[in-house]
């Protein structure tokens, strides 16, 4: 099929985070032009450091690459298999981790934005949009992620009439390699799982773990704004001071939690183990797994440097907190993505009230996929919702409890539970053998959707790319 690009008006994006450079890639694969609006460096952020689009800010890691028993591997295959920009910078850059899929976070913006601005249908404008877009942007993605610069934010919410709901975000501290005592610690994978030892582990006695969460409890922490104070954080990235104060062996059944690990020096499991992964390609960066923080820098440092191993410790990048908001999207968009109260605003990304980095790409890839077969005429429905991305979109779009609803990482209880098993069927067993049966049938419904779906030749021939 072939397409004419005569005079077709751009679909514009707002944000070059994860979510936008993936919503622009789909949108230009489609051979429809798009132009990315990225505020930055013209104006920060709280948490970004560069003005890298696609950045990675709070990890390195896009979480298990396992596609067969986790929903969030799945989604990864998911995406690979549309063609996903993110994911191809990811697994281009990825670095060791055991089961996990992590990246050297500096290469994978790098990669993004070389694609991106060497493409011929994108446009990069470096510049902040400090209202609703202007009426004559009649297709519009808004992937502002949650750290949407106020004049924007405040457009949308006296547009919508919703209050926005907020939590903060925590950022991990990042430890350099050299400064850290191989002595006590030691390189291994959870249960020896992946084809390395990819990850440092610290450990600590029981005296050394209560002596840590007496500290983490008396810790000095940032002091939250008047208008911040009500601010429920996000459960599934809580601060580590946070999960202390919920009990003496939170953190033991946490990011500390010590099975499936060995000391060598002991030949036993230690009380607790402190969890370090690799942040960047030279492995010279590691950051603490789960140790998202708002305590004040020099009490991290003070604290952190009492976990046995990281007494010299070396920071490259100290934890820090941000409020983050999102829109309440069970009221307020449809099914592809549209505002309800002015259907050419698409948003995509954090802002929907997904989590992770890889859901907020998957959130991109679909809005950009929306706009692009909008614009060209040509009709594409939603995902089925046995599939990862098509899950995720049912409960941001309408699943979820408008009163209730919380940003959510992709998980097997977003999926419809399985079909009733035929007569003289075997049943399933295990949680492990629903799971794959989950996972083939989504991949299986995601290959009958995109076969249904008629792309322009510019699409067809490049699935791959």
């Not at 995406?79 to 910078?89: E, K, Y």
Request: overall charge neutral; proline content about 6%; glycine content about 10%.
């Amino acid at each position: 099929m072939s397409i004419s690009r005569v005079k077709m008006n751009p679909v514009h994006i707002i944000g070059g985070g994860l979510a936008g450079a993936e919503a622009a890639w789909q949108i230009a694969r489609s051979g429809v032009p798009a132009v990315i609006h990225e505020m930055r460096p013209v104006r920060g952020t709280e948490a970004h450091l560069t003005d890298g689009l696609a950045e990675l800010v709070c990890s390195n890691s896009f979480r298990s690459d396992d596609a067969e028993h986790n929903a969030v591997g799945l989604l990864h295959e998911e995406m690979r298999r549309c063609g996903s920009l993110i994911m191809s910078a990811a697994d281009a850059t990825r670095i060791p981790a055991g089961g996990a899929l992590a990246v050297d976070r500096v290469g994978v913006s790098r990669a993004v934005s070389q694609q991106l601005e060497s493409h011929p249908t994108i446009a990069i404008r470096r510049e902040e949009i400090t209202g609703l877009p202007p009426e004559d942007w009649d297709s519009v993605i808004v992937a502002t992620g949650p750290l949407t610069a106020p004049a924007l934010s405040n457009a949308i919410l006296d547009l919508t009439g919703e209050d926005a709901l907020a939590f903060f975000d925590a950022i991990a501290p990042v430890v350099y390699k050299e400064s850290i005592d191989f002595s006590t610690a030691w390189f291994q994978s959870r249960y020896d799982k992946g084809d390395t030892a990819d990850y440092i582990n610290c450990p600590l006695d029981e005296a050394q773990y209560i002596a840590f969460i007496d500290a983490l409890r008396g810790g000095d922490t940032t002091q939250f704004k008047e208008w911040e104070k009500d601010t429920p954080y996000f459960e599934g990235c809580l601060p580590i001071e946070v999960m202390a104060e919920r009990g003496l062996d939170t953190l033991r059944f946490g990011p500390m939690k010590p099975v499936g690990l060995t000391d060598p020096r002991t030949g036993r499991r230690a009380h607790a183990v402190v969890q370090l992964r690799q942040d960047n390609a030279l492995g010279t960066l590691y950051n603490i797994v789960g140790f998202q923080t708002k305590l004040k820098y020099e009490a991290q440092k003070a604290i952190f440097r009492t976990i046995p191993g990281l007494e010299g410790a070396r920071f490259a990048r100290l934890g820090g907190i941000h409020r983050n908001t999102f829109l309440n999207s069970p009221q307020l968009l449809d099914p592809e993505l549209r505002l309800n109260a002015m259907p050419r605003l698409r948003f995509a990304g954090q802002i929907t009230g997904v989590e992770g980095y890889v859901e907020s790409a998957a959130c991109g890839l679909l809005a950009g996929r929306f706009a692009a077969s909008h614009r060209l005429g040509v009709p594409l429905a939603p995902p089925p919702g046995t599939t990862a991305m098509g899950a995720l979109l049912n409960h941001i779009t309408g699943g979820a409890t408008g009163d209730t609803f919380q940003p959510m990482n992709i998980n097997f209880g977003l999926f419809p539970p399985l079909e009733a098993l035929e007569p003289g069927q075997k049943r399933r067993k295990g949680r492990r053998e629903r799971r794959a049966a989950q996972g083939r049938r989504a991949l299986d419904a995601l290959e009958r959707w995109l076969e249904a779906t008629v792309l322009p030749d510019s699409v067809a021939s490049n699935k791959t790319a």
